[in-house]
């Protein structure tokens, strides 16, 4: 089946710096990437879909220049959380939409998880 | 997108079957359904899709009934290693692809 990729797997970083996520589509392309956060305990929420080529669309409540998305190619999107803080600690997912075939499956990655002290 | 609703929980034992049942009762025409498992630290993983009836893979059958309101998971003989967290999500998958995942069902198993 298809494989998506995240990196890294884990990142421990200083409260105000920056931190980029990596996810990648390892054996098709993705015109549609996705990006979620996860909580302890609690279920994936959707943070924004990425469209390659043009601007993200961010789901209420999620800060656009906090959480910077690239998807510069069919192939990979990046999450950016700027001026890291202690709340934004988190289990990140992104997930890539498989459209050949007719299918629209969506594989996950295997998430990154972000620390911020 | 359609809401749905789940057990919080539910516990087995190995070599049991498991049956989690999902209430949707606003799906739409185009919608599918669609299950997801998910263990700790880990993406979900896509386990089962369907439309109505029945469906089967390797590892689970979905269950449809003709009014398409609910549909049930069947996890056959599950075994220590089916100890997840399971997600039924129903959306049109041509054009409805944000994927809405509810609290899901927190399946233990016990030997």
């Known amino acids: 089946g298809a494989v998506v990729s995240q990196h890294p797997s884990w990142v421990i970083c200083k409260s105000g710096t920056s931190v980029k996520i990596e996810c990648r589509s390892l054996?098709?392309?993705?015109?549609?990437m996705f990006w979620y956060r996860q909580f302890p305990k609690q279920s994936l929420m959707l943070m924004a879909t990425?469209?390659?080529?043009?601007?993200?669309?961010?789901e209420q409540g999620v800060e656009k220049d906090k959480f910077l998305i690239n998807h510069a190619s069919l192939t990979l999107s990046t999450l950016t959380v700027t001026s890291a803080h202690p709340e934004d600690s988190s289990f990140y997912i992104c997930?890539?939409?498989?459209?050949?075939?007719?299918?629209?499956?969506?594989?996950f990655g295997p998430g990154t998880r972000l620390t911020v002290t | 997108l359609a809401k749905t609703t789940q057990p919080i929980s539910m516990d087995s034992y190995e070599g049991q079957e498991v049956n989690i049942t999902c209430s949707h009762n606003?799906?739409?025409?185009?919608?599918?359904i669609t299950w997801y498992q998910q263990f700790p630290s880990q993406g979900p993983r896509f386990i089962i899709q369907g439309y109505k009836t029945k469906v089967t893979n390797e590892v689970a059958s979905l269950f449809i009934p003709a009014d398409r309101k609910s549909s049930t998971l069947s996890l056959p003989r599950v075994s220590l290693s089916d100890t997840a967290v399971y997600y039924c999500?129903?959306?049109?998958?041509?054009?409805?692809?944000?994927?809405?995942f509810g609290a899901g069902t927190t399946v233990t198993v016990r030997a």
């Open positions: 990425s469209n390659e080529g043009s601007k993200a669309t961010y």
């Open positions: 606003n799906i739409a025409t185009n919608d599918y």
């Open positions: 999500l129903v959306g049109d998958l041509a054009s409805d692809y944000k994927l809405s």
């Open positions: 997930s890539a939409r498989d459209e050949a075939g007719g299918l629209f499956e969506q594989y």
């Open positions: 054996d098709f392309q993705a015109t549609t």
